[in-house]
């Protein structure tokens, strides 16, 4: 992998800046806070997506932008890769846009976490590293934060040796060797419920055998019941047909019964039947006398309704005249009324009217006497008088038709009586019919009940006999009922028990197959205790033992180019610490000068990296190396040893960052990184 350019957009201090990366050995150069450490954050944030513990968005996103970007330019096996990624302030917090990905002319839009995949494949780190932590290998094979170097050697030694099996990625042996021992305890778990599963093994084994014993028991019981049941179901059969026979002859005789019962009820109703029709004659009898003596002397209605005819239109006249006379003395009264009125008006004018002359009283006079009323009055009397006489001879014949109408209605009476005394002689004739014919009616019953009473005879001890056989029959049948239920019950119980056998036989076999299968856990059980947890053990020994080997010469080697001084020696112990030796004695850490301990932690990340690209293969990025603040401390002296490091590296593109001048003198080339106005500019 060699770096060919990184565009900032917006970026902590950059607003819009390309940085291009030559091959050789590259110096970014500038005062501290200039912003070069954020050209390295950028590259691994392009790489790899922000880090919520190291490398946050709101670390990156520069203040007051809603947007940024970084874009970087690659190439990895002589092919040019570019890769984007967009940050974006939220309402709460700055998210990672969709970036894209360009590789071979081909551009793919992708999610921040379908980019890191993607690139993982192109550095060809380790599949079983990209589940855990993903960007572990480059952190130490292409860029360590110094501090985070410092951090490492300074490290708890179980911990940084955790680490150290990861980024060699041997880490597995442990792995094995853990799972070895979740598998034992598994193993053990299972083993102690198969255990609890076959404890009672020799129990179900002896409960089987009392089974087979009891279905033997069962089965030679059935044996001797099946000849008692077939004999008694023979008798049955026999006593069923003879039964039958009888019922036949009981059914015929309850027939015949049957029939006599009826005809004695016939009888019985035909004889009362008679009675009651004599019974009813005699009535007749008397109630017909009855009516002929009361209706003899009826006299004829014919006579009674000519002269109601008579008399009503005797009644319509005289109440015509009686109108014709109201109308007449209306009449009369109105003229009375009138003259006399007109005579009142006579006498009280003086002029008349119309011609308007004066009235003289002998004129008023003569038409008094033309208007005089007395003859009028004469003829209303008269009206008046016959009226009366009219009105009386109206109520006279009111009450002669009364008179006549109760008379049509005492005939039409005795009329309704003859008329019922007729039907009551009919129904005296239908009564003699039927007394005929009811003695006709009881005679034939009579004859059928002595042919019954003769059927009957023989018969009568057959209801005897019937029953002697039933009850044979019925102590047959309950007797062959509890032998059927005694098979029945010993043949469900001899089901039930070879049932349970083969339950038992089932279980049996499965417990078996457990107790196998116990024998062979018991044995994997061992042998992972006792030979392979051991020779993992012994494995990874031998693996950490030739990457100790490797990694102490190496980090040694370094160390002693970085420092010349005889009395301070170094070395690594089984554990990847760092043992200074000074003067013969172990001397800490943090007892030496800043330069020194930036050398032991410059050697110790030079041979990192080192052992590394040697033990993992595959991986495209051993041709670039990035050195943050690497010569922290050091003498002009020290600073001079930096070039012959850097010489023996022989690495295609190593990028240091420094703002020590000196290394300027002997690296290929230099970037200058200046800031104003908190703005970071980058110039070669």
């Not at 009503?312 to 006399?340: C, G, P, Y």
């Not at 200074?580 to 032991?600: A, C, F, K, P, V």
Request: glycine content about 2%.
């Amino acid at each position: 992998m060699i770096l060919r350019s990184v565009k900032l957009e917006n970026i902590r201090s950059y607003v819009n800046q390309q940085i291009d990366f030559p091959t050789g050995s590259v110096l970014l150069s500038g005062d501290i806070g200039s912003g070069k450490s954020t050209i390295l954050q950028s590259i691994e944030f392009a790489l790899f997506g922000v880090k919520r513990s190291d490398l946050s968005g709101a670390s990156l996103l520069r203040h007051g932008s809603k947007t940024g970007s970084v874009e970087l330019h690659f190439s990895i096996q002589g092919k040019d890769i570019f890769i984007k990624r967009v940050l974006k302030r939220g309402k709460d917090d700055i998210k990672q846009e969709t970036g894209y990905l360009i590789q071979d002319g081909i551009k793919n839009e992708a999610t921040h976490i379908e980019l890191k995949s993607m690139v993982l494949d192109l550095l060809g780190y380790p599949k079983d590293l990209i589940t855990r932590s993903t960007d572990l290998m480059y952190r130490f094979t292409v860029y360590t934060p110094q501090e985070s170097m410092k951090q490492i050697v300074q490290e708890d030694p179980e911990v940084r040796l955790d680490t150290l099996r990861k980024v060699f990625n041997i880490d597995k042996y442990k792995r094995i060797r853990e799972n070895a021992q979740i598998f034992i305890r598994n193993l053990k778990e299972k083993r102690k419920n198969y255990e609890g599963q076959i404890v009672d093994l020799d129990s179900k084994k002896k409960a089987l055998q009392a089974k087979e014993q009891e279905e033997k028991e069962l089965a030679a019981r059935l044996k001797e019941l099946s000849p008692i049941a077939d004999s008694l179901e023979e008798k049955l059969k026999e006593t069923k047909q003879a039964l039958e026979a009888k019922e036949l002859q009981v059914r015929e005789l309850l027939n015949f019964k049957k029939e006599f019962e009826l005809a004695e009820m016939q009888l019985r109703n035909k004889v009362e039947q008679n009675e009651k029709d004599k019974q009813e004659i005699a009535q007749l009898d008397v109630e017909c006398a009855r009516i002929a003596s009361e209706t003899k002397d009826t006299p004829p209605i014919e006579e009674i309704l000519k002269e109601l005819k008579d008399k009503e239109s005797n009644l319509e006249v005289i109440q015509r005249n009686i109108i014709d006379l109201s109308k007449k003395l209306a009449a009369f009264e109105t003229t009375v009324k009138h003259n006399i009125e007109t005579k009142q008006k006579i006498s009280q004018l003086d002029v008349c009217p119309l011609c308007k002359q004066a009235v003289s009283i002998s004129h008023k006079e003569a038409i008094s006497r033309e208007l005089d009323t007395a003859a009028l009055q004469e003829h209303i009397d008269t009206h008046k008088e016959q009226e009366k006489e009219n009105r009386q001879a109206v109520a006279k014949v009111q009450s002669q038709l009364e008179e006549l109408r109760k008379k049509q209605a005492d005939i039409r009476a005795m009329q309704i009586r003859k008329d019922s005394l007729r039907e009551k002689m009919k129904k005296q004739d239908l009564l003699h019919m039927s007394q005929n014919r009811l003695k006709l009616e009881i005679g034939a019953i009579n004859v059928k009940k002595m042919d019954l009473t003769r059927k009957i005879a023989p018969l009568r001890d057959i209801e005897a006999t019937y029953k002697m056989i039933r009850q044979e029959h019925d102590a047959l049948a309950d007797k062959e009922m509890k032998i059927q239920l005694t098979k029945k019950e010993i043949e469900v119980r001899k089901q039930e028990t070879v049932k349970f056998i083969a339950s038992l036989e089932s279980e049996l076999r499965e417990k078996q197959i457990i107790k196998d299968m116990l024998s062979k856990i018991a044995s994997y059980q061992d042998w992972l205790e006792d030979h392979f947890t051991k020779l993992m053990a012994t494995m990874e020994k031998h693996v950490m033992l030739q990457v100790y080997l490797e990694f102490n010469a190496l980090f040694q080697q370094w160390f002693s180019m970085l420092i010349e001084d005889e009395t301070l020696n170094v070395r690594l112990d089984d554990q990847f610490t760092p043992i200074i030796e000074q003067n013969g004695y172990e001397s800490s850490i943090d007892s030496l000068s800043g330069g020194e301990r930036t050398s032991i932690a410059l050697a110790y990340r030079l041979a990192l990296n080192k052992v590394i690209n040697d033990i993992i293969s595959g991986i495209n990025t051993k041709e670039l190396l990035i050195l943050d603040e690497p010569t922290d401390g050091f003498s002009s002296q020290q600073l001079d040893k930096v070039r012959d490091v850097l010489d023996q590296l022989k690495i295609q593109q190593i990028i240091l960052v420094s703002h020590e001048t000196k290394i300027e003198s002997f690296v290929d080339h230099v970037i200058r990184i200046s800031k104003r106005e908190h703005v970071s500019e980058a110039n070669i």
